[in-house]
């Protein structure tokens, strides 16, 4: 299997390099940039040493369409301009960025604030939050790999949606994020000295995920209202917890919940649900594809608090991406994704 | 003025000498400990250099009533036992640990678990959330420094639930706070590999600062229902951010709720609000005894996001601890703590 | 195969079960624990999850003796006192803890303070600086990894040592380390709130790992006078960098110099080399079994700068004793270690 | 007392900040800056708030003339550029960047790749190395404040120097710095997911701070040869080590050495000395003006080994500016100097 990767000069790139190079069933992985083509992948990062394939290809749709697989990690736009003409020739696209995750390109544009892309290929699109989308994957050709905070937030809220146990309107999600998710692009919002022993909160009620974990809920169910939603910057590398608290309908079991979250996720290998009184820490999944669930209901104000935790770049970016194209190809999902977490 | 520190060998206790030595009105600043009396502090401290006044003692209660002020900066149950002595003697008494905080001692046994301190004695407690009580507090013998959650989290809530703006069910308080809350004991829980490059949750609708909270609320508002409020330690020292969402009862002004914050703290020199559309990162107030404040307001949810932040050794303990103590001598609040934050 | 780790509780035994796990030739791998029998490895280290053979078996020389190979993950004595009986026995044991590094016991004894092992077994085992001694690995029963220092340090010298290019008496060696090289033992040394934002120095000239690199060194150049050598603890979790210092015998070129080390590791898939005027992070090895060197010649000074960087858990530790297990089976080396470094 | 800092917006001009408004002599303090003349510093640095004098003017000869002494926090050559001016006029200027440290113009040109500034200038300058230069410092009118390296290592090897006890041609400096030294302009070298969990050496023999350290230590003793001299970026925001080695002529006694440093540095208020065996760490001087510095010597190799730690922003630029403009205008030494390191 040949696999490309534009956007490798990124981070979700450079992990996406480490996970193919290291995949069973993927014999050729090459990579390529729209700026830097020409260079070898260790002029950007070293931490690549002289693997084959590795000198960076200028994006190119005959090159492009030799690969039976090509993987975008790249900036807004970029996969919204040039998966179609993948597609058409009948290349397998899974993109990582937000191009086509947003099924109706009015909402893209006003989260966005720039064009989205053709309607025609947003409604091929289908969405990889794996977990409860597993037979649109298994046949998609253009694969929308959820955002970071989606994923670590919809898995968290899947079973309690679903299962109309919490009230609708009562959702609201606070997210921290290791810096590794603001990219590689330097700025002084990601300058070291600025975000060392520090904690800041971003894009209040206005990030891009909103939409798009809106967009899941109300499919699950229609009658979840706009959630509160809020990002803030922690100075770690890696890693995502969203604590999600939500209203019961009616008083629960802290029992029945956990029990109700092990049942929904028991064939997914990739979600972990912890005992009662037991939550996760973002750690504990660092480097690995496994999203962590810890559960909690406060009798004394009928909320529910969902502690869910992954690694951004890898269950959020990345690793759900190997784990769809997985699926697309008909592998086990779990194929060149069965490493532990890195711990400490 | 003479003052002395009993349990200098932690935290709280180190920036009390740090302020404490700075104070202009204070002449004699001496250290008392009951597990290593004899000792410099430098050999537990070695910041403090050669400073004078630095050999601790041994708790000794005769010793103690010859200092105009006395603060605690211990562990549980120390300043329950020692200060009743030393109030009855007409010393005053700063107690920054949480054994006078809760008015019902069964409350307090409920959340500590562990007996409360006299009954008589918590009556005659003043609670020194300088900016809500300050009349209070320029009376006060016995003075029960608020803790460092509860400082942010009820200066960030105060005027929205004086102001009754809110729906008094609706509060939920997500805390972030770096690890030199938990003090200088090492455990497993704050080892620097188990804590660094990670974000864990903790106490879990059972943190000990929820009752606090709660009673200064309902003081405020009697019907303010009870809260969510968790708490996360963060790779980082100093500071917490709390983040506090609340259903508003009607659609707010979001330039009416910032004048709302700067009229109620225009008194206030250490409460700082944002202008709209701004907020403040934990870095900002680091080494300071300031407590900045930003606003949201989210016409898709009705609801309210206040980000309070402090240093949670400064604002969040001594730098309140002196604050308090000025009032309680009748000098102006700000003495000994006008340093701007270190940044960065 | 099957092969046992005793010590899984720690920090290189919990890198061990990560890697053993991922091993092609690991069917089965289970852990032993002297103080925690009975309890699943994910109580104590929550990100393992369920993975089978987790649960801590008590130290037992029957049962061990099952295993075609026993790795000591353990504190100094474990392996000095349980090894020889699984050695006698036939069970090829590989042992990460320092007691059977040195050959001289009354050395060991002045550096570590306590019982070297016995001197039959010292004899026996084989120092496992992969790169340098792959001929006695492969025959080795009794297989002693090197200290994580030692092997920065030595894989950085060896060139230069060896071709006697540097004055004997002007080695100096300044290491960098990440504090999970101190263990998982809480303890104020290695609080969070006393490591972060600080970089403290520690055993100075009093290093153990001082006789180990100083007894390779005179293996390879009996004239190696005694080095300078000082440690820093660092506020990361992961990575050593030892800086190097030596004065040339002759002036040197640069290019020859990065010349000599790319011949003297051409072989060796897990040391690399960077180009003249470049030189490796410590990020840039995180979490994979490489050494990367970079090198400088100063002409005005006449010295040699060698900068040579590690994960401490990885080649100073896990990784290099599966390397050298992998020698002892007769395995290519690089047999479950092909993982690139994660970055960032 | 009315001061003017220029370069303001950069983190030592913000120190300075810090500094000169709690300064007791200081009535008055302005800001100026080449770039945003018309903002309020709080619109760069929100951790200042509404302080007063806060308001950005644009550079004038003219406007600057009214001030009695004028701090530069400047990139290389805007001083040199502007400060003969203000000095011509009788203003007293303190120069934080280092266009006025390298009396041969040659030199700077050289290392720093400019032009130098003018040789008269240059001339009149005084190195501002407070402890071994307070007389010409008293008489200042151009105060060319040292670099955080050189103060740190010219602090830790004076007394070796200049009472000749080592081997001239032995020196090697190997020191960490935290990321703020490198100051507030964003880059990828500085971005947080490059620094944070990384050590990295920069500069490797080329850092423009060897020949200022030369050119002291020649002054003391002219037959101090060329040093190695190494700069490793530490993932921490302040604080600087510079550990030293060298040879000693002579076996010492430890007890001596840290006897003569005592001696020497008797009325230094802001250097201490630690007790044999004892080390400072940066963070025990974190945020004052404090240089610590702990020595040991090594009878199995002859060297010496000093451990020299600072804050890069204080006792590195901005305190000692302070310190240096304190002498300049007659005052102690320590004025507005005298908090205790905030720790931790």
Redesign the interface.
Known sequence: MDVAIIGATG?SG?EL??LL??HPHVSRCDVFSSSQDGMHLSES???????GGAVLHKLDIEALSRYDAVFFATPPGVSGEWAPALVDRGVKVVDLSGDFRLQDGAVYEQWYGRPAASAEYLAKAVYGLTEWNREAIRGAVLLSNPGCYPTATLLGLAPLVKERLIEEDSI?V?A?S???G?G?K???G?????????????K??AHQHIPEIEQMLQTWNEAV????F?T?L??????I?A?I?AKAKQPLSLGDLVDLYKTSYKDSPFV?I?KPG???????????N?C?I?L?Y?E??G?V?V?S?IDNLMKGAAGQAVQNFNLMMGWDEAEGL???????
């Open positions: 981070y450079a390099v480490r190079h290291g990062f070293p931490h690549v040493g002289d693997i609201i606070d921290k290791g810096v590794s603001a590689r330097a700025g002084l990601t300058h070291f000295s600025e975000v060392n022993e520090n904690v800041k909160i971003y209040v009620n209202a706009p959630i509160t809020s803030h922690i100075p770690m590398t890696r890693g917890m604590t608290y972990r912890r037991q939550f996760p820490a973002t750690k504990e999944v660092y480097g690995s496994y962590d810890g909690a406060d004394r104000t909320r608090t502690v935790v069965h490493s532990l977490p890195m711990y400490p």
